[in-house]
T-cell receptor, first 118, second 114 residues
Framework: SAVISQKPSRDICQRGTSLTIQCQVDSQVTMMFWYRQQPGQSLTLIATANQGSEATYESGFVIDKFPISRPNLTFSTLTVSNMSPEDSSIYLC???????????????FGPGTRLLVL | GNSVTQMEGPVTLSEEAFLTINCTYTATGYPSLFWYVQYPGEGLQLLLKATKADDKGSNKGFEATYRKETTSFHLEKGSVQVSDSAVYFCALTFPYNQGGKLIFGQGTELSVKP
């Protein structure tokens, strides 16, 4: 499976500021995703990070709040902009490996970035 | 729409007890099904998967069988250990060429006491 790293692993930020989270994969992957896990909750997809084009956002998430970059096939960033305490969550990136074989296709996750907004 | 429902937690068991965590899904089409585990303070790890009806996924003593007739993918383990204490997430997805998005259940917290 892919080795996925995220930076920072955790941060405490003041409201109104922005934080950029980095996701690095040890191999080229076509699809990368960003998820949010609010405290005590399940995971919700924020967006699909597309290489060479704009990210595809899920309902309820917008580019102005969560701008995403994907400059190449091994790296992506997610920025949480103008933060409020409601943005306190774990943010996880993930990648798909094994595609396009549906039997082998599996999504793997990074360790997550734990964000607390005061 | 597509969705996953898990049994509510927390589930508290004694060491060596039998574990079942129920998971049912609603989906149009034929998704792949997964169980992920999140240990305290860590990210998500893939536990097991099944890609078609009647497939059984297994790993580390955990098993789950893809039941199309009951739209279920229940997680079982014959004898749990304290180290199995974690949150378990059931999830479904369609192939990457249909978006690759994972849809998660709400998670079930398991606590195993010595």
């Amino acid at each position: 499976s892919a080795v996925i790293s995220q930076k920072p692993s955790r941060d405490i930020c003041q409201r109104g500021t922005s934080l950029t989270i980095q996701c690095q994969v040890d191999s080229q992957v076509t699809m990368m995703f960003w998820y949010r896990q609010q405290p005590g909750q399940s995971l919700t997809l924020i967006a699909t990070a597309n290489q060479g084009s704009e990210a595809t956002y899920e309902s309820g998430f917008v580019i102005d709040k969560f701008p995403i970059s994907r400059p190449n096939l091994t790296f992506s960033t997610l920025t949480v902009s103008n933060m409020s305490p409601e943005d306190s969550s774990i943010y996880l990136c993930s990648v798909i490996q094994g595609a396009p074989n549906p039997i082998q296709e599996t999504q793997y996750f990074g360790p997550g970035t734990r964000l607390l907004v005061l | 729409g597509n969705s996953v429902t898990q049994m509510e937690g927390p589930v508290t068991l004694s060491e060596e007890a039998f574990l079942t965590i129920n998971c049912t899904y609603t989906a149009t089409g034929y998704p792949s099904l997964f169980w992920y585990v999140q240990y305290p303070g860590e990210g998500l790890q893939l536990l097991l998967k099944a890609t078609k009806a009647d497939d059984k996924g297994s790993n580390k003593g955990f098993e789950a069988t893809y039941r199309k007739e009951t739209t279920s993918f229940h997680l079982e383990k014959g004898s749990v250990q304290v180290s199995d204490s974690a949150v378990y997430f059931c999830a479904l997805t369609f192939p990457y060429n249909q978006g690759g998005k994972l849809i998660f259940g709400q998670g079930t917290e398991l606590s195993v006491k010595p």
